[in-house]
C-alpha cells in the first residue's frame, strides 16, 4: 500500500476542492495514483450527480462582470439545491471562475461555455465534479453578454439577481451607467424602447385591454381606441427608455440620458434573476 502523506492529500484538495477525508480515501482507494484519485472523485460527482438529477437546483447566485475596458460584460447563473450552499464561499469562488472564463473566451451560449475549460477539466465537466464535493444539483442555468461602447454591471446584495446595459458611447460617468444597470434590475423592462417589444407582447396586451374594455361595458365602438390607449401606457410602464426614472420620478430615462449627453442612449441590456 502507498504510503499517502498530507502533502499529498493536500494537494489533491487543491486540484479538486474535495474534502481532506474525501481526498485521503480516494489516494488510498487509488493506491497513490494522483491522477487516478482524481478520477474517482469526478466518478463520485457523476453518481451523486445522476441520482440528484431529479432535484430542482432553485438557489444559487448570479453574477455579472465588465471586461477592464468596459467594452464587454457577461452574466452567469449558477444554480444549486438550498441557500445554505449558495453563500457557501467554495461555491461563490466556482460560479467566479467560470465567470471570468465566459468574460475571457465570449462564448455564444451556455452550451458553449460548458465546454470551455476551467484548469485541466471543462466547465461542465467541474461542475459535476463540484456536485460530488458539495453533494448537492448544480447547473449552469444561465449565460449572457454584451458588447457595447460602455458596458456597466449591477449585482444586487443578496446575489441573486444581476444585470448588464451597453451604453452607445465610451467616457461616460459610471454613475450613470449603474443608475441605468438598477433600473434595469428594479423595473424589469421588456425591451429598450417601444419599437423593439416583440408583435406577440404587443397583440397580447392589445387583447388584454380590449377585453377590459368590454368588461367594464365600455361602447364597441370604443374598445379598441380604448387597448391602444392601455397599450401606450404599456410602452411607458415597460420600455426602459420610456420608464418613470426610480432616482427622479418626474422624467423617463431617455430624459435622465439626455441630461448627459444628449445623444447617449442604451442599446441593449440583460438582466437574470432567480429570487423566488
Same mark, same amino acid.
Given at each position: 500500500m502507498a504510503n499517502i502523506t498530507a502533502a499529498d492529500v493536500n494537494k489533491l484538495r487543491q486540484r479538486?476542492?474535495?474534502?481532506?477525508?474525501?481526498?485521503?480515501? %480516494?489516494?488510498?482507494?487509488?493506491?497513490?495514483?494522483?491522477?487516478?484519485?482524481?478520477?474517482?472523485?469526478?466518478?463520485? $460527482?457523476? %453518481?451523486?450527480?445522476?441520482?440528484?438529477?431529479?432535484?430542482? %437546483?432553485?438557489?444559487?447566485?448570479?453574477? %455579472?462582470?465588465?471586461?477592464?475596458?468596459?467594452?464587454? $460584460?457577461?452574466?452567469?447563473?449558477?444554480?444549486?439545491?438550498?441557500?445554505?450552499?449558495?453563500?457557501?464561499?467554495?461555491?461563490?469562488? &466556482?460560479?467566479?471562475?467560470?465567470?471570468?472564463?465566459?468574460?475571457?473566451?465570449?462564448?455564444?451560449?451556455?452550451?458553449?461555455?460548458?465546454?470551455?475549460?476551467?484548469?485541466?477539466?471543462?466547465?461542465?465537466?467541474?461542475?459535476?465534479? +463540484?456536485?460530488?464535493?458539495?453533494?448537492?444539483?448544480?447547473?449552469?442555468?444561465?449565460?449572457?453578454?454584451?458588447?457595447?461602447?460602455?458596458?456597466?454591471?449591477?449585482?444586487?446584495?443578496?446575489?441573486?439577481?444581476?444585470?448588464?446595459?451597453?451604453?452607445?458611447?465610451?467616457?461616460?460617468?459610471?454613475?450613470?451607467?449603474?443608475?441605468?444597470?438598477?433600473?434595469?434590475?428594479?423595473?424589469?423592462?421588456?425591451?429598450?424602447?417601444?419599437? +423593439?417589444?416583440?408583435?406577440?407582447?404587443?397583440?397580447?396586451?392589445?387583447?388584454?385591454?380590449?377585453?377590459?374594455?368590454?368588461?367594464? $361595458?365600455?361602447?364597441?365602438? &370604443?374598445?379598441?381606441?380604448?387597448?391602444?390607449g392601455k397599450l401606450s401606457k404599456f410602452f411607458k410602464d415597460s420600455t426602459l427608455l420610456n420608464q418613470?426614472?426610480?432616482?427622479?420620478?418626474?422624467?423617463?430615462?431617455?430624459?435622465? &440620458? +439626455?441630461?448627459?449627453?444628449?445623444?447617449?442612449?442604451?442599446?441593449?441590456?440583460?438582466?437574470?434573476?432567480?429570487?423566488?
Open positions: 479538486t476542492g474535495a474534502g481532506m477525508m474525501d481526498c485521503k480515501k %480516494a489516494l488510498v482507494e487509488a493506491d497513490g495514483d494522483f491522477d487516478k484519485a482524481i478520477q474517482i472523485i469526478r466518478e463520485k $460527482g457523476m %453518481a451523486v450527480a445522476n441520482k440528484r438529477s431529479d432535484r430542482e %437546483a432553485t438557489e444559487g447566485v448570479v453574477l %455579472a462582470k465588465t471586461s477592464n475596458d468596459k467594452s464587454k $460584460g457577461v452574466i452567469i447563473s449558477l444554480n444549486c439545491e438550498t441557500d445554505f450552499v449558495a453563500k457557501n464561499v467554495d461555491f461563490v469562488q &466556482l460560479a467566479e471562475n467560470i465567470l471570468d472564463v465566459a468574460l475571457t473566451n465570449m462564448p455564444s451560449n451556455v452550451d458553449e461555455l460548458k465546454n470551455i475549460k476551467l484548469g485541466n477539466v471543462t466547465i461542465g465537466e467541474k461542475i459535476v465534479e +463540484q456536485t460530488g464535493v458539495i453533494g448537492e444539483k448544480l447547473d449552469l442555468s444561465y449565460f449572457a453578454k454584451v458588447e457595447a461602447s460602455m458596458v456597466t454591471p449591477y449585482i444586487h446584495s443578496d446575489k441573486k439577481l444581476a444585470t448588464l446595459v451597453g451604453l452607445n458611447k465610451a467616457g461616460v460617468d459610471e454613475q450613470v451607467g449603474k443608475d441605468v444597470a438598477m433600473q434595469v434590475a428594479a423595473m424589469d423592462p421588456v425591451s429598450v424602447d417601444q419599437d +423593439q417589444v416583440p408583435q406577440e407582447v404587443i397583440e397580447k396586451e392589445l387583447e388584454i385591454g380590449r377585453n377590459q374594455a368590454l368588461a367594464e $361595458g365600455k361602447p364597441a365602438e &370604443l374598445v379598441d381606441k380604448i387597448a391602444q418613470a426614472f426610480i432616482k427622479e420620478n418626474k422624467i423617463s430615462v431617455k430624459q435622465y &440620458l +439626455q441630461q448627459t449627453d444628449k445623444d447617449l442612449t442604451v442599446t441593449e441590456f440583460k438582466r437574470f434573476s432567480i429570487k423566488q
